[in-house]
């Protein structure tokens, strides 16, 4: 059964799934959609044009949906989009996106801790995890099961590979390759994010291959489009290779070294 609090307001345009729970001093505008099994805490706003999934938890203070800090915002049509249980701590704050790709999207599984803020058009894959205060700005993405540590900014247009792991305080101004750990300033290469990799199973075989690549990528002193090309000649090309080599090779910002 859903239940909302007497205190809370709740727009009768309003789409509120089974077994929900809205708190006290709760903000639902209109052309907001609710999953199944959704808990909201007190103080919430969720503002015109969010959608969020089913059995996630928002707690007090956290605002999403609201209209994107971009000056070109001309108050167009679009949407935040969380996705099934992902649990957004307090105050966290995420935007909308803007006409450019009509959408930011937050993804499955994720965990947003506290004072974390998603810019606009910015798409956050599953099994993310921001820790508190990390500051993602428009049009960042960040891919499947990348862990950022607190008070990290991430500037805009970057791309943060699968599986990595960003240490905290740091600034992420390029691109962030995936399967590693990257720390320091400027951010830079730290080694393979091992520990994690082998928490999600993957195979010795796996993560030999991709220590080849990144000794190939870092410490033979080529530059990254001779890397590659080594990369292609001498590795087989696996789906994590393959991963590695994609990202780098489509880089706009540049890599981080």
């Known amino acids: 059964m859903t239940t909302i609090h007497r205190t809370a307001i709740v727009d009768d345009a309003a789409q509120i799934g089974e077994n929900v729970s809205i708190g006290p001093y709760v903000v639902v505008e209109k052309d907001v959609i609710i999953g199944d099994g959704t808990s909201i805490a007190s103080h919430v706003c969720l503002t015109t044009g969010a959608r969020i999934g089913k059995d996630c938890n928002i707690f007090q203070g956290a605002v999403l949906g609201n209209v994107p800090q971009d000056l070109k915002f001309e108050n167009e049509?679009?949407?935040?989009?969380?996705?099934?249980?992902?649990?957004?701590?307090?105050?966290?704050?995420?935007?909308?996106?803007?006409?450019?790709?009509?959408?930011?999207?937050?993804?499955?599984?994720c965990l947003l801790?506290?004072?974390?803020?998603?810019?606009?058009?910015?798409?956050?894959?599953?099994?993310?995890?921001?820790?508190?205060?990390?500051?993602?700005?428009?049009?960042v993405t960040i891919e499947d099961w990348v862990?950022?540590?607190?008070?990290?900014?991430?500037?805009?247009?970057?791309?943060?590979?699968?599986?990595?792991?960003?240490?905290?305080?740091?600034?992420?101004?390029?691109?962030?390759?995936?399967?590693?750990?990257?720390?320091?300033?400027?951010?830079?290469?730290a080694g393979l994010n091992r520990v994690g990799l082998q928490r999600r199973g993957f195979s010795p075989e796996q993560l030999a291959n991709l220590k080849k690549a990144y000794r190939i990528l870092y410490?033979?002193?080529?530059?990254?489009?001779?890397?590659l090309e080594k990369i292609r000649a001498e590795l087989e090309m696996t789906a994590e290779v393959r991963n590695v080599v994609d990202l780098i090779s489509s880089s706009s910002r540049g890599v981080i070294r």
């Open 147 to 189: 862990t950022i540590g607190g008070l990290t900014g991430c500037h805009q247009f970057t791309r943060v590979g699968k599986h990595s792991f960003v240490g905290g305080l740091n600034r992420i101004i390029k691109d962030v390759p995936p399967y590693i750990l990257a720390t320091g300033e400027p951010l830079r290469f």
């Open 219 to 227: 410490q033979s002193k080529l530059n990254f489009s001779q890397a």
């Open 113 to 139: 801790m506290a004072y974390a803020h998603v810019a606009h058009d910015c798409f956050i894959g599953d099994h993310v995890i921001l820790a508190n205060s990390v500051a993602i700005a428009g049009h």
């Open 77 to 109: 049509k679009t949407e935040l989009v969380v996705g099934d249980r992902t649990t957004i701590r307090e105050y966290v704050t995420l935007n909308r996106g803007t006409s450019e790709t009509g959408k930011t999207v937050v993804g499955c599984d």
